[in-house]
């Protein structure tokens, strides 16, 4: 049975390029099927579909805390410093 889906299937150069596409907008159910199909015959386009969720994972946690930490607030005093400075170099 897998050496006929295999035959019939998408090839893996398809697949990855689909799989990180999914990831950005929806795809054909038509598509959608034969991606599972081959991920269910291929470890290699299962695995590197794995990998892309984990980064694209990574990759907005790392997002959220830089954003979070630009949110960061100066202090009443450090504000005062800078301002000095900026005065300071201005004159």
């Known amino acids: ?31 959608r099927i034969q991606l599972q199909l081959h991920y269910w015959i291929c470890q290699a386009c299962t695995q590197y579909r794995r990998q892309l969720l984990v980064l694209r994972k990574a990759t907005r946690l790392a997002a959220s805390e830089t954003h979070a930490q630009t949110d960061a607030q100066l202090s009443a005093a450090a504000k005062a410093r800078l301002k000095e400075a900026l005065r300071a170099r201005r004159d």
């Open 1 to 31: 049975m897998k050496g006929l889906l295999a035959r019939i299937t998408l090839p893996c150069r398809d697949v990855t390029r689909l799989a990180s596409e999914s990831m950005d907008r929806s795809l054909p159910l038509s598509t």
